[in-house]
């Protein structure tokens, strides 16, 4: 069984930083394709960002040149990056893992706002 722990959420202020991780245990997660998604209140999820095993990434247009994604696959590990944030970066950021199979995260709150 693949799980996924989603971490570093938090309240921050317009323009600040945070650093998203997201430890996966079980399967191999070098193979796997890893993906940062949000949902923000009464919106549909959306991706942020991927990054495939071989460390290509892809980001939505809202997010490019601010967000980060990466990879260690010694620690299992995927992070996110997030600078300059604004209001509108306010959401609920799920790690999702994909190669056979799709496995989702908890999920961890970040809230932008002064």
């Known amino acids: 069984q693949v799980q996924l722990v989603e971490s570093g959420g938090g309240l921050v202020q317009p323009g600040g930083s945070l650093r998203l991780s997201c430890v996966v245990s079980g399967g191999r997660f070098s193979m796997y394709v890893m993906g940062w998604f949000r949902q923000a209140p009464g919106k549909q999820r959306e991706m942020v960002a991927t990054i495939t095993s071989g460390g290509s990434t892809n980001y939505a247009d809202s997010v490019k040149g601010r967000f980060t994604i990466s990879r260690d696959n010694a620690r299992n590990t995927v992070y996110l990056q997030m600078n300059s944030l604004k209001p509108e970066d306010t959401a609920v950021y799920y790690c999702?893992?994909?190669?056979?199979?799709?496995?989702w995260g908890q999920g961890t709150q970040v809230t932008v706002s002064s």
């Open positions: 999702r893992s994909t190669w056979a199979t799709i496995y």
